[in-house]
C-alpha cells in the first residue's frame, strides 16, 4: 500500500514537473518577436525595415503572446526615436507631394513648395519618399504646360481678348506708308520705309488706372525677313491730333482706338510680317500679308 502511494506521488510530481516546465517553455512567436526588436539596435535613418519588421510580428500575437513580449517597450522607444528624426519630416515631403493633385499652369507653387521640401532631405532620406516619382512627373508636366503657354496662339482681326476689367479686340492689321486716322489732320508717313499697323478697340472699365503699355500690350516683336523689330509707337487721335498712348492713364468713358506700329524697310511692304506680343497677359502672334 505504501508502495502505491510512493508511486502515485512520484507520478503526480512527474506531471506537475512535466507541466511546470511546459509553461516556462519559451513561446516560439513570443520568442521570435523578441529577437526582431532586438535586431533593431541603435536607431538610424535605415532602421526603419527592422522597426516595420518588428512592429508586424509584435501585432500579429494575441494579446496573451503580447503580454509575455518582455522588450515591447523597446519597440515603442524605437518607433517614437524614428519618427521623430525622420518619419515626420519625410511624410510632410509626402504629403506636399500628394497635395499637387492634378498639375496645371496653376500648379508652380505647389510643386516648387514640394520640391524645396524634398531637396531638404539628404540623399539617403530622399530614396525613402515614396512618391518622388509623382514629383519629378508633376515638374515636367509643368514644364511642358508653361511650354505650350509660352507659343503664341493665332490673333485675327476680330478677336478679342477679355479680362474682369478691359477688352481686346483687332480691328485691323496691315502693313503701310501711312498711319492715319479719319479725325487726325496729321500722320506718320515712312519715306523710306514701311509701317506694320496693329489696330485695336479698347475698352476698360471706369476707373481702371493701368496703362496700356505696362499691363495691356507688351513684349511686343515684329519679325521679318529673319530680323526682329521692337521700337513700336501706340497712337490715338481723340481730335485733330494723334497723341501717344504710353504711359497714359484714361478715363474710360468710352471705347479708345489704338494704333500700334513699328517701321519696317521698305521691302516688308505687303510682305510676310508677324507680330508676337502679350494681350492681357496671353501670348499671341498676328500674320500680316
Not at 522588450?71 to 506636399?96: H, I
Not at 519715306?191 to 499697323?197: D, L, N, P, R, Y
Amino acid at each position: 500500500m505504501n508502495a502505491i502511494r510512493s508511486l502515485s506521488a512520484l507520478v503526480a510530481a512527474a506531471a506537475l514537473c512535466l507541466a511546470l516546465l511546459g509553461c516556462a517553455a519559451a513561446d516560439p512567436a513570443v520568442q521570435s518577436t523578441e529577437n526582431a526588436i532586438s535586431a533593431i539596435g541603435d536607431v538610424g535613418l535605415s532602421s526603419r525595415d527592422a522597426i516595420s519588421a518588428a512592429r508586424e510580428a509584435y501585432d500579429g500575437l494575441s494579446d496573451a503572446q503580447r503580454e509575455k513580449v518582455g522588450n515591447a517597450d523597446k519597440l515603442t522607444e524605437a518607433e517614437a526615436l524614428w519618427e521623430d528624426e525622420y518619419g515626420a519630416k519625410l511624410s510632410q515631403v509626402v504629403s506636399a507631394i500628394s497635395a499637387i493633385g492634378k498639375v496645371t499652369l496653376e500648379s508652380e507653387a505647389a510643386v516648387s513648395h514640394a520640391e524645396s521640401l524634398y531637396n531638404l532631405l539628404s540623399t539617403d532620406e530622399k530614396v525613402l519618399v515614396e512618391n518622388r516619382d509623382d514629383l519629378f512627373a508633376a515638374r515636367k508636366e509643368l514644364s511642358k504646360l508653361e511650354e505650350e503657354a509660352a507659343k503664341p496662339k493665332p490673333f485675327a482681326i476680330g478677336d478679342s481678348v477679355d479680362s474682369g476689367k478691359w477688352h481686346v479686340e483687332l480691328v485691323d492689321a496691315y502693313t503701310s506708308t501711312e498711319v492715319a486716322d479719319a479725325n487726325a489732320l496729321t500722320s506718320f508717313v515712312s519715306e523710306s520705309g514701311t509701317f506694320v499697323v496693329l489696330e485695336f478697340d479698347m475698352l476698360a472699365d471706369p476707373g481702371t488706372r493701368d496703362t496700356i503699355d505696362e499691363k495691356v500690350l507688351t513684349d511686343i516683336c515684329a519679325r521679318w525677313n529673319g530680323q526682329e523689330y521692337r521700337n513700336f509707337d501706340m497712337q490715338y487721335a481723340p481730335g485733330s491730333l494723334f497723341m501717344s498712348a504710353k504711359n497714359t492713364i484714361f478715363d474710360w468713358t468710352g471705347t479708345l482706338h489704338l494704333y500700334l506700329f513699328a517701321e519696317l524697310p521698305r521691302e516688308a511692304l505687303g510682305d510676310l510680317v508677324t507680330v508676337d506680343l502679350k494681350v492681357l497677359g496671353e501670348n499671341k502672334q498676328a500674320v500680316i500679308q
